[in-house]
């Protein structure tokens, strides 16, 4: 559809990088997985993150997994994940048949509360992993959630797919825990049209997972395998893309920054709209700008309204206990994450949004009130 506004959608730089890139792998026909694109990919997003050692993968979903594998997952191992999060944080736990317990949000962080993780450690003191989320690129208590971690002996994977730019006190989200992920998919603040990477200090893990990310290949003139392997490495083609699309990472941020700040001088005063938490210490790359509604005005109302208009809206994530799927696992909270799923709304964030749209954006919803 024609001048459609979306939530987050693809913007390659307008100097055209990402085509030199990918321009230079068709000249030397590596139009495959490995090359140069992914080698320097992995280096140049190490370098920007501030990590030793990155892996290029074909998703962030499948960085996720492999984390999991890295710190020894098995079956029957428990991992702690956050409720509030998109499915793909959760369902590589069930690809290792192992058992999620989900826990819930605070409202400072709308991320993992480290209160409701200290008592689920309680409740089951034998846990392998544990999973944090910084949604929307607003970073988790991580303080605190290292220090409740590191007491129980217990490794910690960073979802960072949705805070690529974000800081947590001065550190990229993804290099605090033992293992960070990254993700590229189209609607994220950098793409490759898929993709996602494995970030740790730890060379040899990292080494590991290349090694089962390209089907667990032992060394030996013929094929040996003696692990189970995946066909989970990034593609050369999309690592351009991705060296493309790294050099712009800053100017994404910065117009990520102007949207919220554009939404939260236009309707941060009206009756019951509340802004999601913006602690200065913690510098968001603001990969959705999110609000809740206490008042009259229902989430429901200002999606369909701006759908109206060819304008796209989302609520919250929907908690992973309330997932039909899901059910039949255990939860620890207040329901802290349910609240935010029944009253949130993530806005168009597009960084290809003009002010005109914006303008349009926030007339619509004015008019509800
Ligand atoms: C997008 C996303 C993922 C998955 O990344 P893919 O590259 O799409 O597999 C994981 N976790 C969160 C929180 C995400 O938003």
């Known amino acids: 559809m024609v001048n459609k506004i979306f939530l ?21 026909n590596w139009i495959a997985p490995l090359g140069k694109n992914v080698n320097e990919f992995e280096n140049e997003f190490a370098i920007n993150v501030g990590i030793k050692h990155a892996a290029a993968l074909s ?33 590589p736990i069930i690809y290792q048949s192992a058992t999620p317990v989900f826990i819930d949000s605070d409202e400072e962080t709308w991320n993992m509360c480290p209160k409701a993780l200290d008592e689920a450690f309680k409740k089951y003191p034998n846990v392998k992993a ?3 989320v910084h949604l929307y690129g607003l970073s988790a208590n991580m303080d605190a959630i290292m220090e409740i971690c590191e007491h129980h002996n217990v490794k910690v994977i960073e979802d960072a797919a949705e805070s690529l730019g974000s800081y947590y006190k001065g550190f990229h989200t993804g290099t605090i825990g033992d293992y960070g992920v990254f993700s590229f998919n189209g609607n994220k603040i950098i793409t490759t049209s898929g993709g996602g990477m494995l970030v740790s200090n730890n060379e040899e893990r ?15 003139r013929h094929y040996e395998h003696s692990e189970l392997g995946y066909n989970y490495r990034m593609s050369n083609i999309s690592a351009g893309i991705g060296r493309g699309q790294l050099k712009v990472l800053d100017d994404r941020v910065a117009k990520k920054n102007y949207i919220y700040n554009y939404y939260k001088q236009e309707l941060g005063s009206l009756e019951g709209i509340e802004f999601m938490p913006n602690e200065e210490k913690n510098k968001s790359n603001y990969w959705l700008s999110c609000i809740t509604l ?13 759908e109206k208009e060819n304008i796209e809206a989302r609520p919250i994530w929907k908690p992973m206990h309330k997932q039909p799927y899901f059910s039949e696992y255990a939860y620890v909270g207040k329901n802290v994450a349910e609240k935010l799923f029944e009253n949130g709304v993530c806005l168009p964030s597009d960084t290809k949004i003009s002010d005109n749209g914006l303008k349009k954006i926030v007339e619509i919803i004015k008019g509800l009130w």
């Not at 913007?11 to 030397?28: I, K, P, R």
């Not at 290349?210 to 667990?216: G, I, K, L, S, Y």
């Not at 206490?294 to 369909?304: W, Y």
């Open 59 to 91: 998703s962030g979903t499948a960085a996720i997994h492999l984390a999991l594998k890295a710190i020894g997952v098995e079956e029957g191992d428990i991992v702690f994940c956050p409720t509030l999060t998109f499915s793909a944080t959760a369902n």
């Open 8 to 28: 987050s959608s693809p913007h390659m730089s307008d100097e055209g990088y990402e085509m030199e890139y990918v321009q230079e792998a068709f000249d030397t």
């Open 206 to 220: 990292i080494n590991k997972t290349r090694f089962w990310a390209t089907q667990a290949r032992d060394q030996a």
């Open 294 to 306: 206490q008042g009259k005005v229902r989430p429901f109302e200002i999606i369909e309204a701006l």
């Open 130 to 132: 544990v999973i944090v």
